[in-house]
């Protein structure tokens, strides 16, 4: 088994940090996130996927990562140990590549920001019994449709979600260009979403009256 460290989605990490007068949410015990390890991202709930498609490329972005399923598995202890801290471990599988992702507490702010450390997997199968004999167990399953967007010379990526509570665009970068770009694409900071898809899903569920489980696409059925 073999952990190849590297920087989210070919991106600098350079590129995504933000700037180092960001105040920093510690960890209970004190530690401290690096900068360089932070990622800032908000997400923007769309209602028509060929517009958003299209609104996207008309301001100049083009595909760099194709449309790809993506299987998530979120990790915690039977006591949701994890989630109480705000913290997550997450197993991505996606085009034959899997991810190891932690990702730390959410800082105050309009945008989404938290430590996030991730390593290639050679064997999941092995991590997942590593955690298993650690305590940890899944705790919830997710997937989605992913097409990831970049544009010459920008520090960020918009990415374009389906999913199976609805579709979102996710801009990841430094702060001003989340801000610059989501005007460029016509939203608001009153549209930013902060909220993990776990969260997304939980509250979809509530409103319809439906019995949580995973957010994955009915009987796994894939989408043309």
Excluded at 184 to 203: H, I, K, V
Aim: hydrophobic content about 35%; charged content about 30%.
């Amino acid at each position: 088994m073999s952990f190849t460290a590297r920087a989210s989605d070919g991106v600098s990490i350079d590129a995504l940090s933000p700037t180092p007068t960001l105040k920093q949410t510690k960890y209970n015990d004190g530690r401290v996130p690096s900068l360089d390890s932070l990622e800032t991202e908000i997400k923007l709930r769309i209602s028509d996927l060929a517009a958003a498609r299209a609104q996207v490329e008309s301001a100049g972005f083009r595909v760099c990562s194709p449309r790809a399923f993506e299987r998530n598995v979120v990790f915690d202890t039977p006591e949701l140990a994890l989630k109480s801290r705000s913290e997550l471990i997450r197993i991505r599988q996606v085009d034959g590549k899997t991810t190891l992702t932690f990702k730390g507490p959410r800082q105050p702010g309009k945008h989404k920001v938290r430590e996030e450390l991730e390593s290639s997997l050679s064997d999941a199968g092995a991590v997942e019994r590593i955690f298993e004999r650690m305590g940890l167990r899944p705790v919830f399953r997710y997937e989605k449709y992913r097409t990831e967007y970049c544009r010459d010379s920008d520090p960020g990526l918009v990415m374009l979600d389906e999913t199976p509570i609805g579709n979102y665009l996710e801009l990841e970068g430094p702060a001003e260009w989340i801000d610059a770009t989501a005007r460029e694409l016509g939203f608001s900071e009153s549209e930013y979403l902060l909220a993990s898809y776990a969260s997304l899903y939980l509250e979809y569920c509530r409103q319809r009256g439906i019995e949580p489980a995973d957010m994955a696409f009915p009987n796994l059925e894939r989408r043309p």
